[in-house]
Every structure is written in structure tokens, then in C-alpha cells.
């Protein structure tokens, strides 16, 4: 399993960016994809997630509103489109997959992607 994630970069308060990850190496029919992101000296938080096969998205408290998950399962891609962004939302964004349905826990997921930079600047 491969996921790759690309997107990131620099943007004002305010600002949009559209992360995508795109997975390959397996039917991901029975998955859910996640986003997560970590911060300079700071735990890796959940940010969304969403079933490949459709169904309910799942969001952080603190991106509700502002960033929205959703896939295109002809491409097995995920985006995650940050709108508002704040500089508090500077991290490395990771996109992670399991098998199962939606959890907002690093540790149920069993493959990672690589990161992508996202710096808000104030």
C-alpha cells in the first residue's frame, strides 16, 4: 500500500489549500482514509476522515466548518479542502488508511503517507 499525499504549502490567514492523497496497492473498497497532522513539538492530532465507500465524514472539533474530506473512489483519491485557515493549522498533514470504518486514533491506522508541509502565515 502506497499513499501519497501532495498539496501542501504556504498560505495567508484566511487562505485555501486543497490536500490530495492518492492511494494505490490494494481494493480499498472496505477502508477508511484519514487525515491527521502534527505540529513542531506537538502529538499527532486527527483532523477528518471518511469512508472510501461513502457515508458519514468525521471532523476535528477545531476544523468543523473549515476543512472538508471527500473522496473520488474512480482516482483512489482523497482531498481535503482547508478553507479559513489559521496559523494555528501549520503542520505536516499525513493521510493514513485502515481497514474498517472512520476512527479519529493514529494508532488504528496501518499505513501512512509521507506528509505534506502547510504553513498559514498570520
Known amino acids: 500500500v502506497q499513499l501519497v499525499e501532495s498539496g501542501g504549502g504556504l498560505a495567508q490567514t484566511g487562505g485555501s489549500l486543497r490536500l490530495s492523497c492518492a492511494a494505490s496497492g490494494r481494493t480499498f473498497s472496505s477502508d477508511s482514509l484519514a487525515w491527521f497532522r502534527q505540529a513542531p513539538g506537538k502529538e499527532r492530532e486527527f483532523v477528518a476522515a471518511?469512508?472510501?465507500?461513502?457515508?458519514?465524514?468525521n471532523y476535528a472539533g477545531s476544523v468543523k466548518g473549515r476543512f472538508t474530506i471527500s473522496r473520488d473512489n474512480a482516482k483512489n483519491t482523497v482531498y481535503l479542502q482547508m478553507n479559513s485557515l489559521k496559523p494555528e493549522d501549520t503542520a505536516l498533514y499525513y493521510c493514513?488508511?485502515?481497514?474498517?470504518?472512520?476512527?479519529?486514533?493514529?494508532?488504528?491506522?496501518?499505513?501512512w503517507g509521507q506528509g505534506t508541509q502547510v504553513t498559514v502565515s498570520s
Open positions: 471518511i469512508p472510501w465507500r461513502g457515508g458519514s465524514t
Open positions: 493514513a488508511t485502515r481497514q474498517g470504518y472512520v476512527a479519529p486514533i493514529a494508532s488504528l491506522y496501518d499505513y
